[in-house]
């Protein structure tokens, strides 16, 4: 092309008369017209050139976004980890993201330990832009334990009523909904919200969600399977009596009993995010021998606030057993806990793109807080827990923290140096 061009302008030097009305300079002149045209016409070609390739480069990303669309950290849908969150935000159909997290503890009096403790991939599938598919697998202890964590279709009706249906997190707690290693600062998660509010905790069943008529107040309402606590846990008050009650997505889990969940999550003031939870059901749900007359019942209030470097978090949860010495004359009926975490990161505000907060927890709970008839409870667990992160990139994290755990009467007392990392993708 560019040839061509040049011998065009060639050909129309040749053509110009040379004689009396032609002097030198009038040739010179025409010339250094030619080459600015010339130039003009390359750099307009160069030009086109940068523009297809950017199309191509912009067509290219959004064929692929579906699978390689990176985590937006300051979006969740209804709740849900920013990771969890991707099928909702993805312009093609197919979302591949997930989340993972290992570590390395040495407590007190026990050997030193490493885990890979989770890979979790989240597969979603948009059917369309109101019918979405998502889905959390689980590999546990470097795939010791394998699990389908939650699968769901969701129905997004309107900003007030959205349906899901499958098997899905219940809508309890702060890290329920949110347990995305990026998301709590500690290596692992508060013992309140893995003995009370049996985190991760998935049941099947339909919830719908929402804005409610006033702005900034979110809701989810609806039914999921009832937990199974006619269980020797909770018959000889062991501290996982309400852990080892979940059904969640195990094969052909009996489904006999429902419960009814709920939350709501008011933020309209800035920073601020307060709420409430709770769910309510039949405590006994097994395939045979069920015991009529019991009830479970479990509730949370929660608050996150932020500003600026310093962000704070707390919970105070209960659960209480309805009817429980039907189930034994012995059996846990009563379950309490609560934290708080406070967190400030000292690089915030001096320019740096990576973020280090320091920060302390707080936590006293007790899974076994009152018994039937004369049986022993359990006295409170106190966990004072110091540390640091270090995010090289808003989806990584590093942690380091120190754990002093003690039950009140002394009969226990665990230090315990953990490292840990996770990422989300």
């Known amino acids: 092309m560019r040839s061509k061009k040049l011998m065009a302008a060639v050909a129309a030097m040749m053509v110009v008369p040379f004689g009396s009305a032609a002097s030198g300079a009038d040739l010179q002149k025409e010339l250094e017209q030619m080459q600015k045209r010339l130039s003009e016409l390359e750099q307009k070609q160069k030009k086109g050139e940068q523009e297809r390739s950017a199309l191509i480069d912009e067509l290219a990303?959004?064929?692929?976004?579906?699978?390689?669309?990176?985590?937006?950290?300051?979006?969740?849908?209804?709740?849900?980890?920013?990771?969890?969150?991707?099928?909702?935000?993805?312009?093609?159909?197919?979302?591949?993201?997930?989340?993972?997290?290992?570590?390395?503890?040495?407590?007190?009096?026990?050997?030193?330990?490493?885990?890979?403790?989770?890979?979790?991939?989240?597969?979603?599938?948009?059917?369309?832009?109101?019918?979405?598919?998502?889905?959390?697998?689980?590999?546990?202890?470097?795939?010791?334990?394998?699990?389908?964590?939650?699968?769901?279709?969701?129905?997004?009706?309107?900003?007030?009523?959205?349906?899901?249906?499958?098997?899905?997190?219940v809508p309890v707690g702060l890290v329920n909904m949110k347990h995305e290693p990026t998301l709590f600062p500690t290596v692992q998660r508060p013992e309140t919200e893995k003995y009370i509010i049996p985190s991760t905790w998935n049941e099947t069943g339909v919830i719908a969600y929402g804005e409610t008529a006033v702005a900034d107040l979110y809701y989810h309402f609806g039914f999921v399977n009832s937990l199974n606590l006619n269980s020797d846990a909770t018959k000889n008050g062991e501290a996982v009596w309400i852990r080892d009650g979940r059904q969640g997505s195990a094969d052909k889990a009996a489904m006999q009993r429902v419960a009814l969940t709920g939350r709501l999550d008011y933020g309209a003031i800035e920073g601020l995010t307060a709420g409430v939870s709770f769910y309510w059901g039949n405590a006994s749900n097994s395939t045979s021998a069920n015991v009529d007359g019991t009830s479970i019942l479990i509730y949370d209030l929660h608050a996150i606030y932020g500003y600026e470097s310093i962000k704070v978090k707390g919970l105070f949860t209960q659960a209480m057993l309805s009817g429980a010495e039907k189930i034994s004359p012995t059996a846990a009926k009563k379950a309490q806990g609560w934290y708080v975490t406070g967190e400030y990161d000292i690089m915030q505000g001096l320019g740096h793109t990576s973020s280090v907060p320091l920060f302390i927890r707080y936590e006293s709970y007790n899974?076994?807080?009152?018994?039937?008839?004369?049986?022993?409870?359990?006295?409170?667990?106190?966990?004072?827990?110091?540390?640091?992160?270090?995010?090289?990139?808003?989806?990584?994290?590093?942690?380091?923290?120190?754990?002093?755990?003690?039950?009140?009467?002394?009969?226990?007392?665990?230090?315990?140096?953990?490292?840990?990392?996770?990422?989300?993708?």
């Open 61 to 169: 990303t959004l064929q692929s976004e579906g699978w390689f669309q990176t985590v937006d950290v300051t979006k969740s849908h209804s709740g849900l980890g920013s990771a969890a969150s991707k099928v909702y935000y993805t312009q093609n159909p197919l979302s591949i993201g997930g989340y993972g997290e290992m570590y390395w503890a040495d407590s007190s009096g026990q050997v030193a330990i490493t885990d890979v403790y989770r890979f979790v991939p989240y597969i979603g599938y948009k059917f369309s832009d109101n019918i979405i598919l998502n889905t959390e697998l689980e590999f546990e202890h470097g795939g010791d334990k394998v699990a389908i964590e939650f699968l769901y279709l969701d129905f997004l009706l309107s900003r007030n009523l959205n349906l899901r249906v499958g098997s899905q997190l």
């Open 367 to 425: 899974p076994v807080k009152e018994r039937e008839g004369e049986a022993a409870a359990m006295n409170d667990m106190d966990i004072w827990t110091f540390g640091i992160n270090y995010y090289p990139h808003e989806q990584v994290v590093l942690k380091v923290d120190y754990a002093i755990k003690d039950r009140n009467d002394g009969s226990e007392k665990i230090d315990t140096l953990s490292f840990g990392l996770g990422f989300i993708f």
